[in-house]
């Protein structure tokens, strides 16, 4: 473990090569799993705000279950999570037309149309965090359904900490970042 500022970082964080491979996995990570994506309380505020917005970006289905249950509930865990559809996808999911799941708020997002962004949970993964009273882990999560973006990663070099640069300094910061950074060079052994 490496700890930066008040995070502690496993070392697969550095470790491991990854680049998200989705014309191979097709996006399942948004499909399986045990439960919803975690959203803080923040980010439901927020997309109970954008609903409209992408209201129609979603399928029948996804509408139905929101219009049923909310975008969110507490999951075993107590932790709050998006809703899904049929117990797999995220009801913020849509498939594009080669069969790949995507996420509505971010094609939102990155049209332009809605100024916020998927949760920072989703943009970070395949890290997960947990928040400790003084400190946060912040973990690689490995999924079979992730290992063709493994193989990428290894064939390209990038570590995972390289990958996820732009959800990493969202959530923590430049400075956070860069700290990471040069703590990747000490493991290497540079200067």
Request: charged share 30%.
């Amino acid at each position: 473990m490496i700890q930066i500022q008040n995070t502690l970082l496993s070392d697969d964080i550095f470790e491991e090569r990854f680049i998200c491979d989705l014309c191979k996995c097709k996006g399942e990570c948004c499909v399986e799993g045990e439960s919803g994506a975690p959203i803080t309380k923040e980010e439901f505020r927020e997309i109970e705000g954008i609903l409209s917005e992408i209201w129609n970006d979603l399928s029948p289905k996804a509408q139905e279950v929101i219009n049923r249950q909310g975008i969110a509930y507490t999951d075993y865990d107590g932790e709050l999570v998006t809703s899904l559809v049929n117990g797999k996808e995220c009801v913020f999911t849509y498939f594009d037309a080669d069969g790949i799941c995507k996420c509505a708020i971010d094609n939102a997002y990155r049209e332009g149309r809605i100024s916020v962004r998927k949760p920072v949970s989703c943009h970070l993964y395949p890290i997960r965090l947990t928040e400790y009273s003084d400190f946060t882990a912040v973990n690689y999560h490995r999924w079979s359904i992730c290992e063709p973006a493994v193989r990428l990663g290894r064939k390209e070099g990038i570590p995972l900490y390289r990958f996820l640069r732009e959800p990493l300094t969202r959530k923590f910061g430049e400075e956070w970042y860069n700290e990471v950074c040069e703590a990747a060079k000490l493991l290497k052994g540079e200067e």
